[in-house]
């Protein structure tokens, strides 16, 4: 019995044991599907035959490994890339955002979630989190003094600045 296991790159690696019986009767290979693999669902399988003298016959099994989707979200980019079943997954960059800090990976649900170091038995989806950035805004105007806001604004906040009375002047 010949087992070939797909391996994280995509290729067979090859196994076998060698099993007796009596000539003319049926041999069924044996074999464990193991988590995060599934029977091949092409042609090559030969899983079971009739026993020759000769010992001609040779029970073929291909094990594929389950291949998944690691999904990352960046507001509306969106990058689908596929992996095989353990393959080591490669990290996203960290997102950048114009009045925003990246603050970390979310799920779906917006539960925390990490970049897997390999690839699990199904999708993987990672939303950027962002916290908005404030901003301490201080006017200087000439002759009045310094004016500082009372507390943080946030990005894309419209602010209205304080209006300086100088005396003498419109």
Do not use: C
């Amino acid at each position: 019995v010949e087992i070939y296991t797909m391996n994280t790159e995509g290729g067979y690696d090859k196994s076998s044991t060698t099993k007796t019986g009596t000539t003319g009767e049926t041999a069924n290979a044996e074999y464990t599907v193991e988590k995060g693999f599934k029977l091949s669902e092409v042609e090559k399988n030969i899983l079971s035959g009739t026993i020759a003298a000769d010992d001609s016959l040779v029970l073929k099994v291909y094990l594929d490994r389950i291949q998944s989707t690691f999904t990352v979200k960046v507001d509306n980019d969106v990058t689908k890339t596929p992996y095989l079943y353990g393959a080591t997954v490669a990290a996203p960059a960290t997102p950048v955002k114009e009045g925003y800090t990246f603050a970390k990976w979310v799920d779906e649900n917006g539960a925390d979630a990490t970049v897997p170091a390999t690839m699990p038995e199904y999708d993987v989806t990672l939303v950027a989190d962002w916290t908005i950035n404030k901003y301490d805004i201080t006017w200087n105007i000439e002759g009045e003094g310094t004016y500082h806001t009372d507390k943080a604004v946030e990005y894309d906040t419209v602010i209205t600045a304080p209006t300086p009375v100088k005396e003498g002047y419109v």
